[in-house]
């Protein structure tokens, strides 16, 4: 899988695609990322990438003209190439839009500064418009990481070879069960009996039974779209019948006395 990315910003990206999982990836070739500096497509001797809005108006607008030539420059080795906007105009992004962009084998991030790009640019040349959420950054750089990042992981051999099966939609409805390593004494909270037991089948009960229980408590929303089996259902309605249910979470009950 290809990335390149477009910004006014390279060495935002240093760090980020250097660590860790990202870097092993990079280093074992299963993705390539490109960082493409959109000043460099500037045509003028002063290398302007920036102009005031026409109109008038508050702060600056990018240029179409550089942004144009380096998306040209890149589609001319690959016209397959889909380009991606952030923007929080664009459509909000979650795990089924990562899987469907994990299947293409080259993206290209433009990521804006200022107020935007000039909107011919994006009628012309931008494929898709996504956002990461309903807030505003100083720019689409970190947008972009956020998508590459959640891309990546589900690029075969990224994470571990075996983690790929439970990557499918069923483990993505619902939130995680909690999870617990060593001491078994923490500051005198211990860790649940059951998963010191040995016993495969209790243990995976009491994961889901958890992970319906966090999901009902936190974001209930999420159980609309997730596939329930019947006893999924039969232990949700024992959930939500009991009145200690929402006690028993340390955080949402933080969140809920504000
Ligand atoms: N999810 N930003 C884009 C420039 C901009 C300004 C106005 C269009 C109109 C963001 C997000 C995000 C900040 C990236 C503003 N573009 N991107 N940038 N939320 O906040 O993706």
Redesign the pocket.
């Given at each position: 899988m290809r990335f390149d990315i477009l910004t006014l910003f390279p060495k935002m990206f240093s760090s980020p695609f250097e660590e860790s999982i990202l870097g092993r990836a990079i280093e074992k070739g299963l993705i390539q990322i490109r960082i493409i500096n959109i000043r460099d497509f500037a045509l003028d001797k002063h290398q302007v990438v920036d102009d005031t809005p026409y109109g008038g108006g508050q702060g600056m607008v990018m240029k179409g003209e550089p942004i144009a030539r380096s998306i040209e420059w890149i589609k001319s080795e690959d016209p397959s190439a889909r380009v991606i906007?952030?923007?929080?105009?664009?459509r909000p992004?979650d795990q089924e839009q990562a899987q469907a962009l994990a299947s293409r084998a080259h993206l290209i991030f433009l990521?804006?500064?200022?107020?935007?790009?000039d909107e011919r640019v994006r009628d012309l040349f931008v494929d898709e418009e996504?956002?990461?959420?309903?807030?505003?950054?100083?720019?689409?750089e970190?947008?972009?990481m956020v998508v590459i990042d959640a891309i990546s992981r589900l690029l075969p051999g990224v994470l571990g070879s075996d983690r790929s099966a439970i990557e499918d939609s069923f483990f993505n409805s619902l939130l995680e069960y909690p999870q617990y390593t060593r001491p078994y004494d923490f500051r005198g909270s211990l860790v649940p009996e059951v998963l010191l037991s040995g016993n495969h089948l209790a243990i995976s009960q009491w994961r889901q039974r958890e992970a319906l229980k966090r999901t009902w408590v936190r974001r209930p929303d999420l159980l609309a779209k997730a596939p329930l089996s019947e006893e999924d259902r039969r232990i949700l309605k024992e959930i939500q019948g009991d009145k200690s249910t929402k006690d028993c979470d340390c955080l949402a009950r933080r969140n809920n006395e504000g």
């Open positions: 906007y952030l923007t929080p105009q664009g992004f990521c804006g500064r200022y107020e935007g790009i996504i956002s990461i959420g309903d807030y505003v950054l100083t720019g689409g970190l947008a972009a």
